[in-house]
Structures are given as structure tokens and as C-alpha cells.
């Protein structure tokens, strides 16, 4: 049986039940934040999300939480718990059926293999694993001139440049900057890079950093992390990078990041079949 969660007690022992759980603990629940962000606020929010409850009987199985866009014919899971196959095939059934033509983001830990299996045999695409590193020793006396925050001079060349094949497009940052700081690396008039980062959390998370091909190996991505590290001081920071992105790595590492064991994501992406009706 799957039904909507109304309420954070309805859940609390259930998800206090997962931590530490090095196979299926959920990457977006390790911090009470996180707990806050990705599920009592969800709960609170039922307009723009979806709490479900997977139950046998009258035991809580499996737990979900998505944000759920109509407008937009997308939904990202923030946080996902079960140790059981069947309360995952419940939940994409149930997705299935009532969010047909939906484009899915899935975030998950890289050890749930029974999700990772289940989405799998539904030809969901898969990012690389990513590694969670995060600021120990904020870096000191890097020159950071030539990067500046975006402003309406720079907005176009931004987002003519910004990635697109991410949620978080150019022009979404620009309309959320309640939410984010955006930096760019100027050469010549021209923006050579940027950086967008989160600016309302204990521990921000830079979302994209990007420098143009023909600016590489200038220096230009060390002063955008910079600028972005000084300007979020007191607060802590943390980044997602491709476990395999051996140069990223230590780009992140000479500026005072460290890897953080067991606390990997995996992202997945899945077109729900149908259409919406």
C-alpha cells in the first residue's frame, strides 16, 4: 500500500532507522539541514511536492519525497529510503501512473543497488558517481582580480555561455538570486567563466563552475572558487565532483577540500513513458 505522508512523526523513527546505513542511507539526509530541506519541508509543502509512504500492512517500508513541477513536466527525488525492492517498485509504479511524460531526476546513494537495478531496467541515463568534498582550510592570499558578480552587463554573455544540459539553467539563476551568488571571470570584456553557488544554507554548494575551452589553464577557475569561498565566509561549503575527474579533484584539493567518505551520490535520469494527459 502507498500513501502520502501528512506529517514528520508519521516518518521520524523510520528515517532515524538509516543512519549510518552504508548501503541504503540517503546521501540528502545525513544533516538535520538536510533532514529540514529535503523532508520536513516537502511534508509542510504538499503544493509543489510529493511525500510518499510505502506500508506492508501497517509498517512503513519505504519513504520518498519528490519536488514535483507540473508547469514544467519534471520531478527530482530529494530523498529516498527503503531496504526493500518492493517498496521501490511500488513507487515507480505509482509514478508511472499518475506522472506519465514526466522527466525524473533521481539522487541517490551510489550503494543502493535496488534502485540503481529497477531504474536500470527502465533504460533511466546515469551521470558519473559523484564524490562529496568538502572546505577544511578555506585558501588564503589567491588573487582573485578579473572576477566580479554578475551583473546586467554581463547577464547575456552569461547565459549564452551557462551549461544547458543541467536544471539549474542561466536563466533560472537569474531569476533565483534569493537563493545563489553568481560570479564571473572577466578577460577582455568578454565573460571567460562563472560560478553559481547556493547562499542560503549553513554549508553552500557551488552548483556549476565553468570556464570557456580557450580560457583554460589561465587560473581563472581557481579565482572564481576563491571569490566564491571568500564571499560565503563564516559558512561551510561542500561540492559534488565526478569521482573519476582526477584534475577537478585536485583543483579542489589545492584549495582546501577534502574528500568525504561515504557520502557519494549517483544521479539518474528518467523519462517516465507516456504522455500527460
Known amino acids: 500500500m502507498i500513501r502520502r505522508i501528512k506529517t514528520y512523526d508519521e516518518c521520524r523513527d523510520f528515517v532515524s532507522g538509516f543512519r549510518g546505513d552504508p548501503d541504503f542511507s540517503d546521501p540528502m539526509l545525513l544533516r538535520d539541514e538536510q533532514i529540514q530541506c529535503n523532508l520536513i519541508r516537502p511534508i509542510e509543502h504538499p503544493e509543489a511536492h510529493l511525500v510518499l509512504g510505502v506500508y506492508r500492512e501497517a509498517q512503513l517500508t519505504g519513504l520518498f519525497a519528490f519536488l514535483v513541477l507540473p508547469d514544467e513536466n519534471y520531478m527530482e527525488l530529494l530523498a529516498g529510503l527503503s531496504r526493500e525492492r518492493e517498496a521501490y517498485a511500488q513507487m515507480l509504479a505509482y509514478l508511472e501512473r499518475h506522472y506519465p511524460g514526466y522527466q525524473a531526476d533521481f539522487v541517490f546513494n ?5 534502485l540503481k537495478e529497477l531504474l536500470l531496467q527502465r533504460q533511466a541515463e546515469f551521470d558519473p558517481e559523484q564524490q562529496k ?36 539553467t542561466g536563466e533560472k539563476v ?40 580557450e580560457y583554460r589553464r589561465m587560473g581563472h577557475g581557481r579565482k572564481l572558487l576563491a571569490k566564491a569561498v571568500e564571499a560565503n565566509a563564516p559558512n561551510g561549503m561542500m561540492l559534488y565532483v565526478d569521482a573519476d575527474n ?30 500527460k494527459t
Open 133 to 168: 568534498m568538502a572546505l577544511m582550510t578555506p585558501p588564503t592570499g589567491i588573487d582573485t582580480c578579473g572576477v566580479e558578480p554578475l551583473s546586467a552587463r554581463y547577464a547575456a554573455q552569461y547565459c549564452a555561455i551557462h551549461n544547458k544540459d543541467v536544471y539549474w
Open 246 to 275: 582526477a584534475p577537478a579533484i585536485g583543483l579542489y584539493a589545492s584549495m582546501g577540500f577534502v574528500a568525504v567518505p561515504g557520502q557519494n551520490n549517483l544521479t539518474a535520469h528518467w523519462t517516465l513513458p507516456g504522455a
Open 110 to 114: 551510489p550503494r543502493n543497488y535496488l
Open 174 to 213: 537569474l531569476s533565483a538570486q534569493d537563493r545563489f551568488r553568481t560570479f564571473l571571470a572577466i578577460c577582455g570584456g568578454a565573460v571567460a567563466g562563472y560560478i553559481d553557488v547556493t547562499c542560503t544554507l549553513a554549508e553552500n554548494e557551488p552548483y556549476d563552475l565553468l570556464v570557456l575551452p
